[in-house]
């Protein structure tokens, strides 16, 4: 139950992580560097949080979550011609 929530609570902050990226990298075939970008900065962050955060969740699990997430994300932009597709 705590990822769910930690997944929703994450949710917004990832979709502006997403449309960021989106927005300022336009070339064609980037979109594993896009992600790359979106789960560094959440390792980063993860990196410099405070230690009860730590204990309660491992950078795996939030980085896998947040992964997933933007996978999602992705999907649905694509899908729905949010995102152009850049000759990916």
Same mark, same amino acid.
């Given at each position: ?14 979709l502006a ?12 075939? +980037? ?5 790359? @970008? %979106?789960? $560094?900065? =959440?390792?980063? *962050?993860? #990196? ?9 969740? +491992? ?5 896998? @979550? %947040?992964? $997933?997430? =933007?996978?999602? *994300?992705? #999907? ?12 990916a």
């Amino acid at each position: 139950m705590k990822y769910i929530l930690l997944g929703l609570q994450l949710f917004p902050a990832i979709l502006a992580a997403v449309k960021a990226a989106e927005a300022h990298i336009s070339l064609p075939k +980037s979109g594993a560097e896009k992600l790359n @970008l %979106v789960t $560094g900065v =959440v390792e980063e *962050v993860y #990196a410099s949080i405070a230690d009860g955060l730590r204990e309660d969740y +491992s950078r795996e699990s939030v980085v896998r @979550l %947040v992964m $997933g997430i =933007v996978t999602r *994300v992705v #999907a649905v932009f694509n899908r729905l011609g949010i995102f152009q597709a850049t000759g990916a």
